[in-house]
Nanobody, 124 residues
C-alpha cells in the first residue's frame, strides 16, 4: 500500500504563490506517474499536472501552463507543485495521486492512490 499526504495549501492573494508537497510512504516506486488534480465547489475533479517518477516527464493542463511547475525528489519520496501567479479561479481542494504507469497520464482512472487533499484559496 501507498499513502500520500499533501501539505502546503492555504490562503493567498491573487498573484501570489504557494508550493504544495505530496509525501509518499509505504513502499518505493519503481515505475509511477504522480499527478495533481483539483476540485472546486460544485465542479468535477480536474487534472492539473503530472510527472513521471523515473524519467521526470511532465504534462500540464492548459489553464496552468507557464504558471505552475511540478517536480519530484526521489530521495525524499516527495512531489511538489509550485504555483505562481495564482488566480481566484485556482481556488480548489488539490489532491495528489500516484499511479503505477509509465506515462504522464491525465486520466484519473489510471491513478491507484490518492491523498486526502489540501485546500488552496486565492482571494481577489
Amino acid at each position: 500500500q501507498v499513502q500520500l499526504v499533501e501539505s502546503g495549501g492555504g490562503l493567498v492573494q491573487a498573484g501570489g504563490s504557494l508550493k504544495l508537497s505530496c509525501a509518499a510512504s509505504g513502499r518505493a516506486f519503481t515505475e509511477a506517474a504522480m499527478g495533481w488534480f483539483r476540485q472546486a465547489p460544485g465542479k468535477e475533479r480536474e487534472f492539473v499536472a503530472v510527472v513521471t517518477w523515473i524519467g521526470g516527464n511532465t504534462h500540464f493542463s492548459d489553464f496552468v501552463k507557464a504558471r505552475f511547475s511540478i517536480s519530484r525528489d526521489s530521495a525524499k519520496n516527495t512531489m511538489y507543485l509550485q504555483m505562481n501567479s495564482l488566480k481566484p479561479e485556482d481556488t480548489a481542494v488539490y489532491y495528489c495521486a500516484a499511479g503505477e504507469v509509465t506515462l504522464a497520464t491525465m486520466n484519473p482512472d489510471m491513478y491507484d492512490y490518492w491523498g486526502q487533499g489540501t485546500q488552496v484559496t486565492v482571494s481577489s
